[in-house]
Nanobody
Framework: QVQLVESGGGSVQAGGSLRLSCAASHIYSTYCMGWFRQAPGKEREGVGTIYIRGGTTYYADSVKGRFTVSQDNGKNTLYLQMNNLQPEDTAIYYC??????????????????WGQGTQVTVSS
């Protein structure tokens, strides 16, 4: 069981930046951890994930070059740095984790553990 708590959401204007944090009860090196978002009326989608062992990251095409997933294993914390935010980035952002054994971090499905989410609102 992994507990995840997101923070750092808020409201910004288009072109601005935010950094989300996800505090985990513990992080295993064999885990994938990732960020997902759900906009009103839309399905949840993957934003970016990281394989804890080695730090390889994977991103959705819509955020490549703007968002960066990183980890601080000493603090059991996952981050999402979001730059050049656009109104279409408005959503609730969730942190999630899954065991990477017999799984691929590049696949945004099958995440088992989820945080409660944090709201990000981008105005034009």
């Amino acid at each position: 069981q992994v507990q995840l708590v997101e923070s750092g959401g808020g409201s910004v204007q288009a072109g601005g930046s935010l950094r989300l944090s996800c505090a985990a009860s513990h992080i295993y090196s064999t885990y994938c951890m990732g960020w997902f978002r759900q906009a009103p009326g839309k399905e949840r989608e993957g934003v970016g994930t990281i394989y804890i062992r080695g730090g390889t990251t994977y991103y959705a095409d819509s955020v490549k070059g703007r968002f960066t997933v990183s980890q601080d294993n000493g603090k059991n914390t996952l981050y999402l740095q979001m730059n050049n935010l656009q109104p279409e980035d408005t959503a609730i952002y969730y942190c999630a984790a899954k065991n990477a054994i017999n799984a691929r971090c590049s696949y945004f499905g099958d995440y088992l553990y989820w945080g409660q989410g944090t709201q990000v609102t981008v105005s034009s």
